[in-house]
């Protein structure tokens, strides 16, 4: 089974993936791992690596 993101969709996405990312590599409160960790889930789980970095996240 395949997932194929296209369209104004695929876009959203790509912008909330890559802002999750910069947010957490921003991050002055967690530690290299625990970033390293967020990154990987939000590469390899797009929406819900993004929806998850909402609410469990570091601040």
């Known amino acids: 089974m395949s997932f ?8 959203l996405v790509l912008i909330a993936d890559v802002y999750a990312i910069v947010r957490t590599v921003r991050c002055e409160d967690a530690s290299n791992l625990q970033k390293s960790l967020w990154i990987v889930l939000i ?3 797009p929406v819900v690596g993004v929806v998850l970095w909402l609410f469990f996240g570091p601040r």
């Open 4 to 11: 194929e993101y296209s369209g104004l969709f695929g876009l």
């Open 43 to 45: 590469l390899i789980l």
